[in-house]
């Protein structure tokens, strides 16, 4: 799913992600743990990187990531400056997330829930907000 995520956020951006500032949210193997290995998020964030995004990466139960070498902001970004933000683990934090307090009415980017991360709540805040939205791993 990582790399349908990147294909799907390439086609949005015209073909390419390249200058394209992407906040990855979660970069744990799965929900609620805080272990990187194996993850999903390393390949997005790797194959992201490559094509010369920039990626900020946050999680609310990892400090450092071993196989990047890197330390993981502990507070939630700002995101109202990111073209796309990437929801990737569906840890409980990100889906009691308030769109309306988090994000500015005029946010003009995407938000991209790559694993089933928002809520029915979340999504119909964000519709009704006018937010792009685009998501993948939905039945």
Do not use: C
């Amino acid at each position: 799913m990582p790399l349908v995520t990147l294909n799907k956020l390439r086609k949005y951006f015209g073909g390419s992600v390249k200058g394209k500032k992407i906040l990855l949210l979660g970069i744990s193997y799965r929900e609620d743990v805080g272990d990187t290995r194996y993850s999903p998020s390393e390949t997005f964030f790797t194959e992201a990187q490559k094509e010369g995004a920039q990626i900020i990466v946050h999680d609310p139960l990892v400090e450092y990531w071993e196989e990047t070498k890197m330390h993981v902001p502990k507070n939630l970004t700002d995101p109202n400056s990111f073209d796309a933000i990437v929801f990737a683990v569906p840890h409980q934090a990100y889906r009691e997330i308030s769109f309306n307090n988090w994000l500015k009415p005029n946010y003009n980017g995407l938000i991209f829930d790559s694993n089933n991360v928002l809520t029915d709540k979340q999504r119909n805040m964000l519709n009704d907000m006018n937010i792009n939205l685009l998501s993948i791993g939905r039945g």
